[in-house]
């Protein structure tokens, strides 16, 4: 596994339409010039750990998604549907009560 600064950028434009917000504002969110939150985000520029440690916290991400793609849960829509499961038997057990 490497960085990647193409597919931290990709990341980062994905989350911040997500989260509704413009370059201006994430700019502005970062305390940073426009141009140089849109070269990161294009990927143009690189950026330190701290600017990718404050995107990670305003975009509410883990550093690791951000930087490697990296999830907690590989698959959490299996997971989603263990827990269903397991609520919809629990549900069963009890008008057996």
Known sequence: M?????RVSARMQELRKKSNYTQEKMAE????????????????RSCSIDFLV?????????????????TL???????????RDIIVKLSGLQTLL
């Open 73 to 83: 849960y590989p698959d959490t829509e299996y997971v989603k549907n263990e827990i």
């Open 29 to 44: 969110l970062m305390n940073v010039s426009l141009d140089h939150y849109r070269a990161v985000e294009t990927g143009r």
């Open 2 to 6: 490497y960085y990647n600064q193409a």
């Open 54 to 70: 404050d995107v990670a916290v305003k975009l509410d991400v883990s550093l690791d998604y951000l930087v490697l793609g990296k």
